[in-house]
């Protein structure tokens, strides 16, 4: 499931403010992955430009083939300071299914289902915006095609316009093999993990297997 927190103090503390995403059904603990039964996690968050939502891009590993894969969902700004309810996922065309146990149609669906012997699947997005380009861009893993996840890339993709999840473009190579969880930092004196520009740095993290 996925939280939120607010801090008033820039970071020293903060509030728990509740959970505001979880997956619809029920966990499969038949499921041969090793990580996990199902859920909703491994996800970003950002501000669109007109300041209107937050937009959460998530993993779902829960459900049927169909719907899993990288799903998004959004919460306006103005109901951050209680955002348990007022989080909608994206689904079949709409952004009206609840946070909270809603269904969704998955930006990047799955290639090969979770729980199989053969999972093959994008997953942990980052999202920033580039002024440079103009444009929204994610980086994410890609894993096949065993349950061990095995790293198979890391991809990229571009949009123009968060409340369209159907515009991003289709996911190019980026590097092969690589980590978990790729973000791009901005270098700039304003620029952030979700804000960048012409010039990037590119972070990713090294996982140790289960058997090392």
Not at 29 to 42: E, H, L, Q, V
Not at 68 to 96: C, H, M, S
Not at 177 to 203: C, H, I, N
Request: glycine share 14%; hydrophobic share 35%.
């Amino acid at each position: 499931m996925i939280g939120a927190l607010r801090s008033d103090d820039d970071g020293k503390t903060f509030h728990d403010l509740g959970i505001v995403i979880s997956a619809a059904g029920d966990p499969d603990c038949s499921t041969p992955n090793r990580y996990f039964a199902g859920g909703n996690g491994d996800f970003s968050a950002i501000a669109d430009q007109k300041g209107e939502y937050i937009y959460f891009f998530y993993s779902n590993y829960s459900g049927d083939r169909e719907s899993q894969g990288i799903a998004t969902a959004r919460i306006r700004i103005e109901d951050l300071d209680f955002p348990t309810g007022n989080v909608f996922k994206y689904f079949e065309g709409e952004w009206q299914e609840p946070g909270l146990g809603g269904r969704e149609t998955p930006v990047f669906a799955v290639s090969g289902n979770w729980h199989s012997e053969s999972p093959d699947a994008f997953w942990g997005p980052g999202v920033h915006y580039n002024h440079y380009l103009g444009k929204y861009v994610m980086v994410m893993n890609h894993t096949c095609c065993t349950p061990d996840w095995p790293p198979a890339g890391i991809f990229i993709s571009y949009s123009e316009d968060l409340s369209q999840p159907e515009a991003w473009k289709q996911p190019k190579l980026l590097l092969e093999g690589g980590g978990w969880y790729p973000m791009v930092m901005g270098l700039g004196r304003v620029e952030t993990d979700k804000l960048a520009g012409r010039s990037t740095r590119f972070f990713y993290g090294v996982g140790q297997r289960l058997d090392d």
